[in-house]
């Protein structure tokens, strides 16, 4: 018996002290009176070796009294546990009612006059990490499980790329949707962060407002709404302008990266060269208006890949078709004049870069990058603006109103294929109307009703290959009238 109080004496001396060296405090009293409690039940122990008293009241007594020690034990460790890694968790469960007419592609392949589906269920389920590791070293991470109510079919893998295995409905596997850690080096002569890993780099500004939630993202929604990989050096200048919260950030991440699928550390053999996204944003709070938001976003994307050479599609050859700028401004304010309402507006600006190349279709039709021809260079730009307005009313949680709409033109692209939109509504090539009511029942849970109407004026919205802008007759509408609750904690 004195041998164990002894052991459990040691545990605590070496790992109370090791557990505070590295990431988590034991405040001074619990851990003095945890070695009291140990000193006296080691005195008891001695005593009764004398004493030799009656064993079972006494053995009984011992047994509580190592029963508590353990309880202690198990509350220090959940603590440390607790202080390493933070955990939450959302879960939404959505139904949507979809109508589109005179759409040019369906899964067949073929012009339909209509298709509907006017009960599609989902769920969604999120777990949400972060941990203080340091005071200048912090890590978030998020894992997705996203799939349609009963769904047996085989992943889509037309449509899912490494830009949005989070963000499509599949099975109930976890998908890693962001996982980085932000570095503050100190020392320097200036303020400076890095970011590495799978960045926050979808459902930015504004779309938090639609998502009654905080900013989620680095990125403008309009111009990266997307999972991606690679690094961010943010160099804060709010003491050399004067401009509150105004930084730059360089940013370079891979969209596409072809490599062997039998040796994953070597390129496909006769494959195609990576995509690099190189991005330059400043953002800044406008002086003098409170609570807003101006970012300046300027990207390059080199080498961008056309391969669908495993979507089962028929395509048998792949390439690299070219590059592609992207240019844009935004621009929000929330609760302006403390009226409740907020307001945004972004504009954006693509050029392509054909290099001559193209890829063949089954039927042998060409496709080049915005075009058929792998040489004709085009100009796109859209514009997305909105306001949201919260009702002050405590009896029924101060609920929001909020519409939305925006216009791309015939050559319009961005970088938003991880859309939490199916339709992914900002990519669209037309128009977009949008309407939606957010009730919250209590700071953990909300349900929001809504409708949206897609006027597409342009084939392929969101897709970078092929000019199909002559076949407008074909193009048609979509509409969406949807329900959803959402819980988070």
């Given at each position: 018996?004195?041998?164990?109080?002894?052991?459990?004496?040691?545990?605590?001396?070496?790992?109370?002290?090791?557990?505070?060296?590295?990431?988590?405090?034991?405040?001074?009293?619990?851990?003095?009176?945890?070695?009291?409690?140990?000193?006296?039940?080691?005195?008891?122990?001695?005593?009764?070796?004398?004493?030799?008293?009656?064993?079972?009241?006494?053995?009984?007594?011992?047994?509580?009294?190592?029963?508590?020690?353990?309880?202690?034990?198990?509350?220090?460790?959940?603590?440390?546990?607790?202080?390493?890694?933070?955990?939450?968790?959302?879960?939404?469960?959505?139904?949507?009612?979809?109508?589109?007419?005179?759409?040019?592609?369906?899964?067949?392949?073929?012009?339909?006059?209509?298709?509907?589906?006017?009960?599609?269920?989902?769920?969604?389920?999120?777990?949400?990490?972060?941990?203080?590791?340091?005071?200048?070293?912090?890590?978030?991470?998020?894992?997705?499980?996203?799939?349609?109510?009963?769904?047996?079919?085989?992943?889509?893998?037309?449509?899912?790329?490494?830009?949005?295995?989070?963000?499509?409905?599949?099975?109930?596997?976890?998908?890693?949707?962001?996982?980085?850690?932000?570095?503050?080096?100190?020392?320097?002569?200036?303020?400076?962060?890095?970011?590495?890993?799978?960045?926050?780099?979808?459902?930015?500004?504004?779309?938090?407002?639609?998502?009654?939630?905080?900013?989620?993202?680095?990125?403008?929604?309009?111009?990266?709404?997307?999972?991606?990989?690679?690094?961010?050096?943010?160099?804060?200048?709010?003491?050399?302008?004067?401009?509150?919260?105004?930084?730059?950030?360089?940013?370079?991440?891979?969209?596409?990266?072809?490599?062997?699928?039998?040796?994953?550390?070597?390129?496909?053999?006769?494959?195609?060269?990576d995509t690099n996204v190189y991005a330059l944003f400043f953002e800044?709070?406008?002086?003098?208006?409170?609570?807003?938001?101006?970012?300046?976003?300027?990207?390059?994307?080199?080498?961008?890949?056309?391969?669908?050479?495993?979507?089962?599609?028929?395509?048998?050859?792949?390439?690299?078709?070219?590059?592609?700028?992207?240019?844009?401004?935004?621009?929000?304010?929330?609760?302006?004049?403390?009226?409740?309402?907020?307001?945004?507006?972004?504009?954006?600006?693509?050029?392509?870069?054909?290099?001559?190349?193209?890829?063949?279709?089954?039927?042998?039709?060409?496709?080049?990058?915005?075009?058929?021809?792998?040489?004709?260079?085009?100009?796109?730009?859209?514009?997305?603006?909105?306001?949201?307005?919260?009702?002050?009313?405590?009896?029924?949680?101060?609920?929001?109103?909020?519409?939305?709409?925006?216009?791309?033109?015939?050559?319009?692209?961005?970088?938003?294929?991880?859309?939490?939109?199916?339709?992914?509504?900002?990519?669209?090539?037309?128009?977009?109307?949008?309407?939606?009511?957010?009730?919250?029942?209590?700071?953990?849970?909300?349900?929001?009703?809504?409708?949206?109407?897609?006027?597409?004026?342009?084939?392929?919205?969101?897709?970078?290959?092929?000019?199909?802008?002559?076949?407008?007759?074909?193009?048609?509408?979509?509409?969406?009238?949807?329900?959803?609750?959402?819980?988070?904690?």
């Amino acid at each position: 018996m004195k041998k164990i109080y002894l052991t459990v004496g040691i545990m605590l001396a070496c790992a109370s002290p090791a557990l505070a060296g590295k990431t988590v405090t034991i405040p001074a009293e619990d851990y003095r009176a945890i070695l009291q409690r140990l000193d006296a039940l080691q005195k008891r122990v001695e005593e009764l070796e004398r004493r030799q008293p009656a064993p079972a009241l006494t053995e009984r007594k011992i047994r509580q009294d190592i029963d508590e020690i353990y309880d202690t034990l198990d509350q220090v460790e959940t603590k440390a546990l607790q202080d390493r890694i933070n955990l939450g968790a959302e879960l939404r469960t959505r139904v949507d009612n979809f109508k589109a007419k005179d759409r040019l592609f369906f899964s067949n392949g073929q012009v339909q006059t209509q298709e509907s589906n006017d009960n599609s269920w989902s769920n969604r389920f999120r777990l949400n990490l972060s941990a203080n590791i340091r005071k200048n070293l912090k890590f978030t991470g998020r894992f997705t499980v996203y799939k349609n109510f009963a769904d047996s079919d085989v992943s889509a893998t037309g449509i899912s790329s490494d830009a949005n295995r989070a963000h499509i409905p599949d099975d109930t596997t976890l998908k890693l949707d962001r996982a980085y850690v932000d570095w503050i080096p100190e020392g320097l002569p200036v303020p400076l962060a890095i970011t590495f890993g799978r960045h926050p780099s979808s459902e930015g500004p504004p779309l938090e407002y639609k998502e009654n939630r905080k900013r989620q993202s680095t990125y403008p929604g309009l111009l990266f709404d997307g999972e991606a990989d690679g690094i961010v050096a943010t160099v804060g200048l709010e003491r050399y302008l004067g401009w509150p919260n105004a930084g730059i950030r360089l940013a370079w991440g891979k969209a596409y990266q072809d490599d062997d699928d039998v040796s994953p550390f070597l390129d496909n053999p006769g494959g195609i060269d990576d995509t690099n996204v190189y991005a330059l944003f400043f953002e800044t709070t406008v002086p003098g208006i409170d609570n807003s938001l101006l970012v300046l976003s300027a990207l390059r994307a080199e080498d961008l890949a056309a391969d669908f050479t495993k979507a089962n599609i028929g395509f048998a050859t792949a390439a690299n078709i070219g590059d592609m700028d992207l240019y844009g401004i935004h621009f929000q304010a929330d609760n302006v004049g403390d009226s409740g309402l907020d307001l945004f507006f972004s504009a954006g600006l693509n050029r392509s870069h054909p290099n001559g190349q193209t890829i063949a279709d089954p039927t042998g039709n060409l496709y080049g990058l915005l075009n058929n021809d792998g040489v004709s260079s085009h100009t796109g730009w859209a514009v997305y603006t909105g306001l949201r307005y919260t009702i002050a009313s405590a009896r029924f949680n101060n609920p929001k109103i909020g519409f939305e709409y925006n216009h791309g033109s015939d050559y319009w692209f961005s970088f938003t294929q991880g859309s939490t939109e199916l339709y992914n509504k900002l990519a669209v090539r037309g128009d977009v109307f949008d309407f939606y009511y957010i009730q919250p029942f209590n700071r953990n849970l909300y349900a929001r009703i809504g409708y949206t109407y897609v006027d597409y004026g342009a084939p392929l919205s969101g897709f970078h290959i092929g000019d199909l802008t002559g076949m407008g007759a074909a193009i048609g509408t979509l509409s969406n009238a949807y329900l959803l609750l959402d819980c988070r904690f």
